[in-house]
């Protein structure tokens, strides 16, 4: 997926048509080292009336020993075949039967698209390699289009992965706007010639598959070992073990003296009939997991079950999801005077002051940020989850659809099953980046000056010592 956000008149219809000639001959200027099959499909999807403007420009912008035939410039069934493929021009005014015969290649909306046209072009883009480039401008009528992908709002680019690039497009080589508008943009920024020269306003990202994690996958499936002890607490907070597959803890290290851990949990938000409810607990002087809950479990009972884990590994410190049945899990640990729990800054009061409430508050705003800093960690091994359920986990976490997400708007979360045990492990990292000191975290590279600089101060330690000895013998 590639993604724009424009403005009007910026020369996003000029960019577009660019980019399919140059598909068209083997060239993909936003990934120059890729190549195409020859047997490309390209959907150009435009207004009724701009369709043989439009396809005349592109036209014109490819150069004829690319062509294949000659262009056909019959109403509705305006074509190019080229030596990479075939440039295809839809109407938004076609019948919904003209776009369900062909698997496509790239599809570039110039204009936005009725909601069921749309609908008939995405399942088009069904090939290993289909991209689709919207050049969308936030106008009434195209909100389905701006919510399918998670908005594109300048505080979600965080949400989408892979190469972001710049695009420019000088406003007098824009042959759609009219002779007067330029001349008068140009007056008004004669002091600031840059200023005609219109920047596109938006970020071109391109998706490079929908499952988050698979660059690390396959690793850590490789690392992973079973848990060497299933465990429950008593109603005193005693220990014993147990055979059971849910509702435990695994655990793979028994809590060490000295060390310090932290406890990231997620709630089900569907009670018993929903979601699981999952726990981790890191040990971050080793930077790793050393135990696990997954399991249906009420609040209070959850919360209990927190608490005396906590305690059993040295006082943890305890962070856990507030959105839903957050506030009963933090009764019970009141209650039970647990004394380490996360806290967190949050905005209220009708002045809007800063406060520090409990817990961890999941929103499209934050759970972009723990996801990516938890896969940031995976990729640069600074977390070792020997966990094989969370590795399968993380392999079906990804991108999602507006009308896919649990939350309606988040954009990313299970492509499967579910997400239970992937959002703990984020919050549990999140807590101990910001709590703790990490001591897997990697040393940073020294440059030449500083390595010299060391190696000057301990010669010279060195021959002052050698002085001391010297004069001392004497």
């Keep these: 997926m590639i993604g724009v956000v424009t403005s009007n008149r910026v020369g996003k219809s000029m960019t577009g048509t660019r980019i399919c000639a140059a598909r068209a001959i083997g060239f993909d200027p936003l990934l120059p080292e890729r190549k195409f099959s020859p047997d490309q499909l390209i959907w150009v999807l435009t207004e009724p009336k701009l369709v043989q403007g439009l396809f005349k420009r592109i036209v014109n912008m ?50 936005e698209p009725p909601e069921h046209i749309w609908g008939e072009c995405m399942i088009r883009l069904d090939r290993p390699d289909s991209q689709c480039l919207l050049t969308l401008t936030p106008v009434n009528g195209t909100q389905f289009m701006w919510d399918e992908f998670g908005g594109f709002r300048e505080d979600d680019f965080e949400v989408m992965d892979g190469e972001m690039s710049w695009f420019t497009a000088s406003m007098e080589q824009n042959d759609t706007l009219p002779e007067d508008y330029i001349k008068r943009m140009k007056h008004q920024f004669r002091n600031d010639p840059d200023m005609y020269a219109i920047r596109i306003e938006g970020k ?15 690793r850590m499936r490789e690392e992973a070992q079973p848990a060497k002890e299933r465990i429950r607490f008593n109603s005193d907070g005693k220990q014993r073990p147990t055979e059971m597959e849910t509702e435990c803890w695994e655990v793979w290290k028994r809590p060490e003296p000295g060390h310090q851990y932290v406890i990231g949990a997620d709630l089900a938000e569907g009670g018993l009939e929903g979601d699981y409810t999952a726990a981790f607990v890191l040990d971050t002087d080793l930077a790793e997991v050393v135990a696990k809950y997954h399991g249906k479990s009420e609040p209070g009972p959850f919360g209990r079950e927190l608490v005396y884990c906590g305690r ?83 392999g079906h976490f990804g991108y999602l659809r507006k009308g896919q997400s649990s939350g309606g708007n988040l954009g990313m979360g299970a492509l499967s099953g ?57």
């Design 62 to 111: 490819i150069p004829q020993r690319y062509w294949l035939d000659s262009p056909r410039w019959s109403q509705g069934s305006e074509r190019l075949r080229c030596v990479n493929g075939d440039i295809v021009m839809k109407s938004t005014g076609m019948k919904r039967e003209e776009f369900q015969a062909d698997s496509v290649s790239f599809l570039w909306p110039d204009e």
């Design 418 to 474: 579910h997400d239970d045990l992937v959002m703990a492990l984020a919050i549990a990292w999140h807590t101990a980046k910001k709590n703790t000191r990490i001591s897997r975290a990697p040393e940073v590279p020294k440059n030449f000056g500083d390595e010299l600089e060391e190696m000057v101060i301990k010669e010279s330690r060195m021959a002052l010592a050698g002085g001391r000895n010297r004069y001392d013998g004497l």
């Design 312 to 394: 059993w590994f040295n006082k943890a410190i305890i962070n856990w999801e507030m959105n839903m049945q957050g506030a009963a899990v933090l009764d019970r640990m009141r209650e039970m005077q647990y004394p380490r729990l996360a806290l967190r800054n949050s905005m209220g009061g009708r002045v809007k002051t800063q406060l520090q409430t409990y817990g961890f508050r999941t929103d499209r705003h934050s759970k972009p940020t723990i996801i990516e800093n938890l896969r940031d960690a995976l990729a640069d091994e600074m977390l070792y989850v020997p966990d094989l359920e969370t590795i399968d986990e993380l």
């Design 204 to 218: 071109y990202v391109n998706m490079r598959g929908r499952c988050l994690f698979s660059s690390v996958v396959s």
